[in-house]
């Protein structure tokens, strides 16, 4: 039989749910109290109102929040890009080419190799307060390192998705149509019963739309659900196809003309920013402040990879959004809980609210700004994921 559990003196308690507390799309409530009962969270509301319950966590006026929903990371990959990091910052620009390296290291990568360093990230990402974490394949590009990228993700996480199309395999270089073929057709085969999602890199150098659609397409067929890579380094296709196939996600958006916006705002398609990136790649930033202003739902997520954003951090990622995306910091923290639960189409997390999964992430600080205002702190100070204290 489960125990229930009430966390009281909480001086801000961020709920996403707009009909609780201050009103706002945070659902703000002060002097606050949240009672879990096994892995669901039954009541949230003010502390003097809290039921009794078996057991009482006393947050000694701190913040609590939903946990971080990491709706796009990278996490199967073995090797190591410094080098290639460090000439980028010595003046050298990024292009897709880079995936390469890290394809060579994580082919030759053991099983227990590439697990041991999933569960690496996945633990330093859980001590900053993310719950719920979405990652992909696409450092194998064969049929037999897919599949098994996939099948380890698959023991961490249930968001795992399919990105056998990230770039065009280096054994593939000469002839990309065979490419596409082999993952519509026998790597989609050996991937789909390890995944949920379907994804591909849509870009010069990349995947272009027509390709893209395919991969997607054929996708759906298997029972997997479309997200893309769009519009990162340029304008291009990758926006209206997200759009057209009721992808649940489009990600990255860097580069939008008005008529991507429109269709992201007039559609159920997430824009999944990743500040990250732009961070370790110097490039340009993407305007959340557009997006928002039209209505787009916006998620923030880490894009935790060995390349181009090699943070497994969503309390960084805030900090970057509230600073150079011109988000402020409750956009930041709703889009980095509630957002990547849209982007992910779940409904059980991403809020504190009655019948939510019981993720929760208390900081040292009394205040959900404080992700911003400190930036690089390690405010972080308590999670509990399923209703169970993990950090």
């Not at 593939?172 to 026998?186: F, I, N, R, S, W």
């Not at 949920?196 to 995947?207: M, T």
Request: net charge negative.
């Amino acid at each position: 039989m489960s125990s229930s559990t009430v966390i009281t003196n909480i001086a801000t308690l961020v709920t996403n749910d707009p009909s609780l507390g201050d009103g706002s799309p945070l659902g703000l409530v002060q002097d606050a109290a949240v009672v879990i009962d096994g892995d669901r969270v039954v009541w949230t509301g003010e502390s003097s109102k809290a039921p009794a319950t078996d057991n009482r966590v006393d947050a000694g006026g701190r913040a609590v929040l939903p946990g971080f929903v990491d709706s796009h990371s990278h996490l199967v990959f073995a090797g190591d890009r410094t080098q290639e990091f460090n000439a980028r910052m010595s003046g050298r620009s990024y292009t897709a080419g880079g995936i390469r390296t890290t394809v060579a290291a994580t082919r030759a990568a053991s099983d227990a190799e590439l697990e041991a360093n999933l569960t690496r990230y996945l633990t330093e990402a859980l001590r900053q307060g993310t719950t719920t974490f979405e990652t992909k394949s696409g450092y194998g590009l064969t049929v037999e390192d897919e599949s098994r990228a996939l099948r380890l993700a698959a023991k961490h996480t249930d968001e795992v998705t399919y990105l056998g199309a990230h770039i065009v395999s280096p054994d593939y270089a000469d002839d990309p149509a065979a490419y596409v073929d082999l993952v519509t057709g026998e790597m989609l085969d050996a991937c789909a019963p390890h995944a949920r999602w379907i994804d591909v890199f849509c870009e010069k150098g990349a995947f272009d739309g027509d390709q893209a659609r395919a991969i997607l397409t054929a996708g759906k067929a298997k029972g997997l659900h479309p997200r893309i890579h769009a519009n990162q380094l340029s304008y291009g296709p990758g926006v209206q196809l997200a759009v057209e196939l009721d992808a649940a996600s489009a990600d990255h958006c860097t580069h939008l003309t008005d008529a991507d916006v429109d269709a992201l705002a007039h559609s159920d398609t997430v824009a999944t920013l990743l500040p990250g990136a732009e961070f370790s790649t110097r490039a340009e930033w993407p305007d959340a402040r557009r997006l928002l202003d039209a209505g787009v739902t916006v998620a923030l997520s880490t894009d935790c990879n060995p390349g181009s954003s090699f943070t497994s951090s969503v309390p960084f990622c805030i900090a970057l959004a509230v600073r150079d995306m011109r988000m402020t910091p409750d956009e930041a923290v709703w889009s980095a809980t509630a957002g990547g639960a849209a982007a992910l189409r779940r409904t059980d997390i991403g809020r504190l609210t009655p019948g939510a999964r019981a993720d929760l992430t208390l900081l040292d600080a009394p205040s959900h700004v404080h992700l911003a205002y400190r930036p690089g702190v390690p405010l972080v100070s308590g999670v509990w994921r399923k209703g169970v204290r993990v950090v």
